[in-house]
């Protein structure tokens, strides 16, 4: 068995496919993909007054809470700062699915021999891989 990744632009696209695929016999999941984590900032901020909790907050809309993980309580606000839409100082020449709003992530359980036929099916629903 092996698993295929395919992002998608909307839940409606990846559905559609889901439901092809389905009937076809594979197995499917389909996840929302989020670059960044939490649901943005809910108090207002002012930078001149020096009263913001980081860099992310103010240029990636993140609330301080959101910077830290359930699991361990690490902060992820320094990786997060290095990300070029908060700094600007780097970039990646080539655009990744979910810089381009490809939010919805959906994996197929397949045989190895079916490989071609799910990329195929998948790609012509505008999936990215």
């Not at 902060?75 to 700062?81: D, E, K």
């Not at 197929?108 to 990215?128: F, P, S």
Request: net charge negative; charged share 20%; aromatic share 6%.
């Amino acid at each position: 068995m092996r698993a295929v990744l395919a992002y998608f632009p909307s839940s409606q696209q990846a559905q559609q496919v889901a439901e092809i695929l389905t009937q076809q016999g594979y197995e499917t999941q389909i996840d929302s993909v989020h670059k960044y984590p939490g649901e943005g900032v809910t108090t207002q901020m002012n930078p001149l007054t020096g009263r913001f909790a980081s860099l992310t907050t103010m240029t990636l809309g993140l609330d301080a809470d959101d910077l830290y993980t359930d699991d361990d309580h690490q902060y992820l606000g320094q990786a997060l700062a290095a990300d070029p839409a908060a700094s600007g100082m780097a970039g990646s020449p080539e655009p990744q699915p979910i810089d381009q709003g490809h939010w919805q992530l959906m994996v197929v359980v397949k045989d190895d021999a079916d490989a071609e036929k799910v990329n195929r099916i998948c790609a012509e629903h505008g999936a990215l891989f």
